[in-house]
Every structure is written in C-alpha cells, then in structure tokens.
C-alpha cells in the first residue's frame, strides 16, 4: 500500500511517501542529501518497498514539502515528528551527505528507535573542518562567488559538476535522467523561501562510538577526497561497522548508480 502524507510541524507541512509491506521489520526510512530531495531514493524505494516497508520524507525547503511561515527548527525533531504521527517506535535509518548527519544525530538522541544505519558519504555534526583538495575547493570557490551573483542556475550547474560527477571529473560525467533529476530536485532547494533557521544538535564527532545501533558505510571512490577518507575513519573508529566503497561513482550513489546501491542493500540484508 503506498501512502503520501502530509505531517504538519512548526511552519510547516512535510511530504512523506510512506508503503506499507507487513513482514514484521523495522521499516527504512530513506534521509536525503542536501543538494537532493527524496526522489533521489526512487530506485531503493522501488527496490525495499516489496520487501518491507518503506519511508520517505521531503525536509523544509526541499521537494514537495511546503513552507508556511520561517521558523527555527531541528530536523532531528522533524524526523521524530513523522515516525510519532506514523506511530512507528523503531526504524532503520538510510542517509546520505546530509540525510546521514540526521541519520546519526538521531541514533544518538533517541538510540531505542534505530534498528540500524546505512550511511553513504555522511555528514557529521562537529566534524572538523576538512582541507579540500584542489578540484573541490576551486569548485567550491566558483559556486560560493555565482551564489553571491545571485546566478542561481549557474550554481545549480556547478554543484552538478562537484557532487554528482565528481570534482577533477569531466562535466557531464553523469548524464541523463540522472542528471536532469539532479538539476530539478536542486533547483527547487536553490529558489525555495527560507524554512528559517536550522538548529544544530550536539557534536556527534567526538561521540561516534558509542552509537549502538549496526552502522553500515557507503562511499563512491570519485566523491570528494575527504569524504573518501572520512568513510573509512568513521569505519576503523565503529567496531563491527561494515564499510564498502564503489568504483567510479561520486556522492550520490542511490541517484547516480541505484542498481550497484540497491546490491548493497541486499548484501547488508536489508532488502
């Protein structure tokens, strides 16, 4: 059964796509990235919801989610908000960039109600500030002086460049309807009205191994150098975490390459 709700918080309404499989599990509850919205996760969707159920939410300022009035907000409290009104106690948490920030600081504030993380090249809140390569910090210059500029189509372009080809790779690496995804779902958090501000949670840095939850990492070998290396400093610091890299593909992974990703769903056991 496949449900969209509209779950009102603080400002806000947020879209979820919630489909509904009775087998008894936790259901997956799919976090996506900040350059992204939940329709990146179209494929592993596809691909879980005849195994379990799965979840789906659009945060404030991305996707379908609708913004009423700007006010100060947690997505950690957001998320708790969706799973009380779907009345789900425990979950396993899939994030990617940004959505695994909120992945991990919820496994952290509210520990009984992850069954499990599926990190691909996380955030981390409190993570020391990274020294960029060559390629990724003359992107990110070029994107910050466009964004200034007001040239919002033009930063839409260049973070197609760093994030989804991958930064020292050529332009257009990742094309299609990969990229045309891309462009639509970014454009859409580029020009969005402000949610206003975006309450940060405690350090989670400092305290990644006392997550108790299984914690799976997921990275692509072209993604940013030090995302690369922030996977598998994460991995050698969690014992028992479980850590693959995929070859030739860059930050998003579930866009970018859902078939090698929803393999490793598979592999994990979680579809």
Not at 31 to 46: E, I, N, P, Q, Y
Not at 107 to 123: H, K, N
Not at 134 to 163: H, K, M, T, Y
């Amino acid at each position: 059964m496949h449900i969209t709700h509209w779950i009102p918080v603080a400002g806000a309404e947020l879209a979820v796509d919630l489909r509904v499989h009775s087998d008894g599990r936790a259901p997956l509850v799919f976090l996506h990235a900040g350059v992204t919205d939940s329709r990146m996760w179209a494929g592993a969707m596809g691909a879980a919801a005849g195994h379990r159920s799965v979840l789906c939410m659009d945060r404030r300022g991305f996707g379908q989610t609708r913004i009423d009035a700007a006010r100060p907000h947690a997505w950690t409290e957001d998320l708790r908000a969706v799973l009380d009104v779907l009345r789900l106690p425990q979950v396993e948490l899939v994030g990617c960039s940004m959505g695994g920030r909120i992945a991990i600081d919820f496994a952290l504030a509210w520990p009984e109600r992850v069954a499990g993380l599926t990190l691909v090249a996380p955030s981390v809140t409190g993570v020391p500030v990274p020294v960029l390569d060559p390629a990724s910090a003359e992107l990110g210059e070029a994107i910050e002086a466009v964004r200034a500029a007001g040239r919002f189509d033009e930063v839409n372009r260049l973070q197609a460049r760093l994030w989804l080809d991958g930064p020292g790779q050529p332009e257009g690496r990742v094309g299609g309807a990969a990229r045309a995804l891309f462009l639509a779902m970014n454009e859409i958090a580029l020009r969005s009205p402000s949610a206003g501000e975006a309450l940060s949670s405690p350090d989670a840095w400092p305290r990644l191994e006392t997550l108790a939850a299984p914690v799976r990492l997921v990275c692509g070998d072209l993604d940013l150098p030090h995302l690369v290396d922030r996977c598998r400093q994460m991995a050698a610091r969690m014992p028992g975490a479980l850590h693959w890299t995929l070859p030739g593909v860059a930050h998003l992974p579930p866009l970018e390459a859902p078939e090698a990703f929803n393999r490793l769903l598979q592999k994990a056991g979680l579809l």
